[in-house]
């Protein structure tokens, strides 16, 4: 079974500040990790994903995640917040191989960026 | 993610009607995934199909709910005897091969139950 743990359900950063959403995830298999952003009344975007490359992922919007399996995270930063960064972000992951098909998702945390 | 299309999206239904979700993958993809957002929470799994062929319901409820995806058309997500409780966000998603590395979300419906 997986699970995966959001700390904090609602951030606030001030624009051009660090932004720095938390993941902590449980996999009794080797993972596939997913950050998803949604817009309000929107679907998923994929933001970035891990899937056994390279530990420092980077994605769109100048977003990046690291994985670390030693503390089994993978959390989300940008050095620098922008108003349209306002959103809310899902952690998910996967089992990598046959099982991969199906995310489990956190319950996500809602950024509020401050001008 | 724009090429998976839901509709409608936005539903209403009284107590005990049916409701119908569909959807409209990725042209070119086989692979349809449906998920649940209930308020507060994230998204749960419910059910992986390819054409004309169920993979994996077991997110599925046992009782009043059913999917299918047939050779021509839009997958469909059916709930009957619709209750209060069903009152949530469904998302599909598409891929072309199996696996949600590469998998794109659609909108969403967002069904009420009144």
């Known amino acids: 079974a997986q699970s995966v743990t959001q700390l904090g359900s609602h951030v606030s950063v001030s624009e051009g500040a660090l932004v720095l959403l938390r993941c902590n995830y449980s996999?009794?298999?080797?993972?596939?990790l997913f950050w998803y952003v949604q817009y309000p009344n929107q679907g998923l975007q994929l933001l970035l994903k891990?899937?056994?490359?390279?530990?420092l992922v980077k994605g769109i919007n100048g977003f990046e995640a690291e994985f670390k399996k030693s503390e089994t995270s993978f959390h989300l930063t940008k050095p620098s917040a922008h108003m349209s960064d306002a959103a809310e972000y899902f952690c998910?992951?996967?089992?990598?191989?046959?099982?991969?098909?199906?995310?489990?998702f956190g319950k996500g945390t809602k950024l509020s960026v401050i001008p | 993610n724009a090429g998976v299309m839901q509709n409608p999206r936005h539903l209403v239904r009284r107590r005990g009607q049916e409701a119908r979700l569909r959807c409209s993958p990725v042209?070119?993809?086989?692979?349809v995934y449906w998920y649940r957002q209930l308020p507060e929470e994230g998204l749960k799994f419910m059910v992986y199909?390819?054409?004309?062929?169920?993979?994996?319901e077991s997110g599925m409820p046992k009782e009043r709910f059913s999917a299918e995806f047939p050779k021509e058309g839009p997958s469909i997500l059916r709930i009957q005897q619709v209750v209060r409780g069903d009152s949530a966000a469904y998302f599909c998603?598409?891929?072309?091969?199996?696996?949600?590395?590469?998998?794109?979300f659609g909108q969403g419906t967002r069904l009420t139950v009144v």
């Open positions: 891990y899937t056994s490359a390279a530990t």
């Open positions: 998910a992951v996967s089992e990598s191989g046959a099982g991969s098909y199906q995310l489990t």
């Open positions: 042209k070119g993809h086989s692979h």
């Open positions: 199909l390819q054409k004309e062929n169920i993979i994996d």
């Open positions: 996999s009794s298999v080797p993972p596939y």
């Open positions: 998603a598409s891929s072309l091969q199996e696996g949600n590395t590469e998998a794109f």
